[in-house]
């Protein structure tokens, strides 16, 4: 039985690659540069961030990475907003795995304002619990890091209840404590969390 799901945006809920494809040739374009046939292949799993720096680094792009995705998602914003439709039957799909008690979650390459503003126009935003954006996880669809996150979130409510019953048999509180990667190289982030765990332990609470 399938208890959860993880679904890509751009070209498995909406309809969007297309716009993507074309918006990096039109952005190549605009700069008088033409476009590699595999440019659309290549963009498809990068982050944002990563999608500025191959144009930069592959194409001779002068503008920052900052500069490049302001200008990318200035170019699609607008069809994300008012036109890019559903797959189709997806809105069927997944009210059918919402009946059978699928937890569902979205890992996309797409930056979050995009991904809210199609997925609440075409009212999907109820079907899933969290969404996962490449750019705040910090790594593209070419590494695990977005999908190890949506299966934790997805798994998470289950694993909890078994940590809890076993515990509970020796009288000990437990409490679950989710870390990534960017938490523990950041040394603010890393403090917060230290004091996290101490307070816990310091009332008898299992991290």
Same mark, same amino acid.
């Given at each position: 039985?399938?208890? +959860?799901?993880?679904? %890509?945006?751009?070209?498995? =809920?909406?309809?969007?690659?297309?716009?993507?494809?074309?918006? +990096? $040739?039109?952005?190549?374009?605009?700069?008088?540069?033409?476009?590699?046939?595999?440019? +659309?292949?290549?963009?498809?799993?990068?982050?944002?961030?990563?999608?500025?720096?191959?144009?930069?680094?592959?194409?001779?792009?002068?503008?920052?990475?900052?500069?490049?995705?302001?200008?990318?998602?200035?170019? /699609?914003?607008?069809?994300?907003?008012?036109?890019?439709?559903?797959?189709? %039957?997806?809105?069927?799909?997944?009210? $059918? =795995?919402?009946?059978?008690? /699928?937890?569902?979650?979205?890992?996309?390459?797409?930056?979050?304002?995009?991904?809210?503003?199609?997925?609440? $126009?075409?009212?999907?935003?109820?079907?899933?619990?969290?969404?996962?954006?490449?750019?705040?996880?910090?790594?593209?669809? #070419?590494?695990? #890091?977005?999908?190890?996150?949506?299966?934790?979130?997805?798994?998470?409510?289950?694993?909890?209840?078994?940590?809890?019953?076993?515990?509970?048999?020796?009288?000990?509180?437990?409490?679950?404590?989710?870390?990534?990667? #960017?938490?523990?190289?950041?040394?603010?982030?890393?403090?917060?969390?230290?004091?996290?765990?101490? $307070?816990?332990?310091? =009332?008898?609470?299992?991290?």
């Amino acid at each position: 039985m399938i208890k +959860g799901a993880i679904f %890509d945006m751009d070209g498995t =809920l909406i309809d969007s690659m297309p716009l993507w494809e074309d918006c +990096g $040739r039109a952005f190549l374009s605009a700069r008088g540069i033409t476009a590699r046939d595999d440019l +659309g292949e290549t963009l498809k799993s990068l982050s944002m961030e990563q999608t500025a720096n191959y144009l930069r680094d592959a194409y001779g792009i002068s503008e920052t990475t900052s500069e490049i995705i302001e200008m990318i998602n200035g170019m /699609v914003t607008d069809a994300y907003q008012r036109t890019i439709p559903l797959k189709r %039957d997806i809105a069927a799909f997944l009210e $059918r =795995l919402r009946q059978a008690d /699928v937890r569902m979650c979205v890992a996309t390459a797409t930056d979050r304002p995009l991904v809210e503003a199609a997925l609440g $126009r075409l009212d999907l935003l109820p079907f899933f619990e969290r969404i996962f954006t490449c750019s705040e996880v910090g790594a593209g669809k #070419d590494r695990p #890091d977005i999908f190890e996150q949506a299966c934790a979130a997805l798994g998470q409510s289950e694993l909890m209840y078994v940590y809890d019953k076993c515990f509970s048999e020796y009288n000990h509180n437990v409490a679950q404590v989710l870390l990534t990667r #960017d938490i523990i190289e950041d040394a603010r982030r890393k403090e917060n969390v230290t004091n996290t765990l101490s $307070r816990l332990l310091s =009332l008898s609470v299992i991290p």
